[in-house]
């Protein structure tokens, strides 16, 4: 891959009349390319370098695991998911489209929404989980200056069939819509604000991350016993005869990290100068950057238990130990910018387009930026991460098996079916190439429907706890591999027995 594989494509000035057309969704023009290996990079490291992969290993540890068991699995699970990333990122850099446009050459062009709300749905969870850990940090620091803050009546609203909603005070209300809205406002700004914010934090947070790092081993006189004695902390051998199951299983939940970006990564890498850029700074950014922040949370958390008597595995816990007024306003502003910029990029860049694809002509990347923004608000994201079990089995692995069928369709598309060849104006225009059956293409979603089925009662099993037999719940903990693979081969054996058509040769291609 190299310069001479981006496209002229720009779309016939025609289709700006098309409802399925937005400055938005456009390609990109060539002055719109600014993003080099370096920015491609940052985009990873900062997106990496954050609260969740700080405690990613924890969960693991929890369960049987040994650091270097948890810090290996992590580091493959991201090698593994590098691999779609670069493959879908390869459409965005040559074509210039975001991830609903890449979606509509598989799904059609009304089809592609399908997709697009999936990915965007899991976005305003995620979205609301960082804005709750963005608000937090404020919280928590703040009550080491108002102490009374933390005796404040959590606030109950009563809901439909016994529910309630919220369940938190509103000292912590107010700090988590405080950070959300600061989450709207670079939104607002656009795609070269977050681009700018992306190569601001990237070195100042791998900086702070060694200080940390560097500190717990200095107070700790090493890096405590977690690494030194690895198998104290493997409760009672617990999973020590089952360990290549519950790997399996955890490797599938740190795909499922990053599942929701191997899809739109296009949302970025169209404004890549070349696929050099995207390759190399993808590479150099993600599993290297992953596996040191999971490392630095094992580490310094394995310290806490001789600095402190007990493991710390809340990096916002363990600044509020700092007494310093100093310290605790830069460790408030460190933790805030490592959230928000993970929190922008990997989660409302994506949703805002999607959401501006289910109307071009009325909502735009910005009004797609608020309603994701106000779905993650809905969605309660404190309880969504109380229960860490949940959120391993029930959250990344249920949600991998979605994104899993969604990247193996895509990818059999783009590579085997199409050969990585578009009609770009095709795809933005009503009855063309992309039309398929009124705007779907029924092979698409059979494909998903496919591969997402044989996940299901592992989920329902997991979920619900009815009893559902040892076959499905083994296969569960693959789901992002049987969903990936089962999509793409049903999805390229319905195409082979008719085939989609692929756009004549035209001035689009290079």
């Known amino acids: 891959m190299n310069d001479r594989t981006l496209a002229s494509a720009a779309p016939d000035s025609d289709l700006a009349a098309s409802p399925h057309y937005s400055p938005d969704l456009a390609p990109t023009a060539p002055d ?81 929404n399908v997709p697009a709300l999936l ?46 909603l919220l369940g938190i005070n509103a000292a912590q209300l107010g700090c988590f819509l405080l950070f959300w809205a600061v989450n709207m406002l670079v939104i607002y700004k656009g795609i070269e604000s977050i681009r700018l914010l992306m190569n601001i934090k990237a070195p100042l947070l791998i900086a702070l991350g060694l200080l940390l790092l560097a500190w717990a081993y200095m107070q700790a006189d090493g890096f405590g016993p977690m690494l030194s004695q690895p198998s104290a902390f493997n409760p009672g051998g617990a999973r020590a005869g089952q360990f290549w199951g519950f790997f399996v299983a955890a490797l599938t939940a740190n795909v499922g990290f990053w599942a929701t970006l191997s899809l739109n990564i296009p949302d970025f890498t169209r404004y890549a100068r070349s696929q050099k850029d995207q390759v190399i700074g993808q590479a150099v ?43 605790l306003v830069v460790s408030l502003l460190a933790l805030c910018l490592a959230t928000l910029a993970t929190n922008i990029a990997a989660n409302v860049v994506s949703p805002a387009n999607d959401f501006a694809h289910l109307w071009p002509r009325k909502i735009s990347f910005r009004t797609g930026g608020l309603i994701t923004g106000l779905i993650g608000i809905a969605m309660h994201p404190w309880k969504l991460i ?29 590579y085997l079916v199409r050969r ?65 693979a089962v999509a793409a081969v049903v999805y390229l054996l319905l195409s082979l027995a008719s085939p989609p058509p692929r756009g004549a040769k035209s001035p689009d291609f290079a």
Request: glycine share 10%.
């Open 119 to 164: 990915r965007a749905l899991v976005a305003c969870g995620w979205f609301g989980i960082q804005a709750w850990i963005g608000g937090w940090a404020i919280y928590m620091i703040m009550t080491v200056f108002f102490p009374s803050w933390a005796t404040w009546p959590v606030i109950e609203i009563p809901f439909v069939g016994g529910m309630k």
């Open 386 to 414: 109380a229960d860490p079990s949940g959120y391993i089995f029930k959250w990344l692995i249920a949600y991998s098996a979605l994104l899993g069928a969604v990247g193996g369709i895509l990818i059999a598309d783009y």
């Open 285 to 327: 950014g993600l599993p290297p950057t992953m596996a040191l922040y999971a490392f630095i949370g094992v580490a310094v958390t394995s310290a806490t238990i001789v600095i402190y008597g007990s493991a710390i595995w809340d990096p916002i816990v363990l600044v509020t130990k700092f007494k310093n007024p100093v310290v």
């Open 420 to 484: 990585t060849r578009l009609s770009v104006p095709e795809l933005y225009r009503t009855g063309g190439a992309h039309w398929f059956t009124g705007g779907f293409n029924l092979r698409a979603l059979v494909a998903l429907t496919a591969g997402i089925a044989p996940c299901a009662p592992g989920f329902i099993g997991t979920v619900t706890h009815l009893p559902v037999h040892p076959v499905w719940m083994q296969m569960y903990t693959y789901a992002w591999f049987i969903s990936f």
């Open 32 to 112: 719109q390319r600014k993003w080099r290996t370096r920015d491609i990079a940052a985009l990873w490291i900062s997106m990496a370098a954050c609260v969740p992969t700080y405690q990613l290993a924890s969960s693991l540890i929890a369960e049987g695991m040994n650091w270097w068991q948890a810090v290996l699995t992590i580091f493959l699970a991201n090698v593994i998911v590098l691999i779609p990333m670069v493959l879908n990122a390869h459409v965005g850099t040559k074509y210039g489209i975001p991830f609903p446009v890449y979606c509509r050459a598989s799904f059609g062009i009304l089809g592609a």
